[in-house]
C-alpha cells in the first residue's frame, strides 16, 4: 500500500506543478511584450547616441579648422610689418584671398 500512496503523492505533486507551469505561461506574453518595447527603446536610445558622437566629432573637428583658421589669421605685430618677411607670414599664405578689402596698411608699406 505504501507503493501507492507514493504514487498518489507524486501525481498530486505532478499536478501542482502543471498548475504553476499554466500560471507562469499566462503571465509571459505581457512581459515578452514589456521586453520587447524596453529593446525597441534601447536601440532608439542606442542610435541617439551614436548620431551624437557623430555630432561631437563634426563639432570637434570643425573647432580644429577653426582654430587652425585663426592661428593663420593672427594679428600681425608692429614690428612684422617693417618685417620683409610679411609676405610668407601665415596671414597671408593660405587659402583664403583678400579681394576689394578695406585694410589700411601703414604708409611705409603703401
Known amino acids: 500500500m505504501a507503493g501507492i500512496f507514493d504514487v ?7 499536478r501542482q506543478l502543471e498548475k504553476k507551469l499554466m500560471i507562469t505561461e499566462g503571465r509571459l506574453p505581457p512581459v515578452r511584450e514589456v521586453l520587447s518595447r524596453f529593446s525597441t527603446k534601447l536601440s532608439n536610445a542606442q542610435d541617439f547616441v551614436l548620431k551624437a ?24 605685430s608692429p614690428a612684422e610689418y617693417h618685417s620683409p618677411s610679411l609676405l610668407s607670414h601665415p ?4 587659402e583664403d584671398t583678400l579681394v576689394n578689402s578695406s585694410v589700411r596698411w601703414p604708409s611705409s608699406l603703401q
Open 8 to 14: 498518489f503523492t507524486v501525481l498530486r505533486r505532478i
Open 53 to 76: 558622437a557623430s555630432t561631437v566629432q563634426e563639432a570637434d573637428n570643425m573647432n580644429r579648422a577653426n582654430i587652425l583658421k585663426h592661428q593663420r589669421n593672427e594679428v600681425i
Open 91 to 94: 596671414a597671408f599664405v593660405g
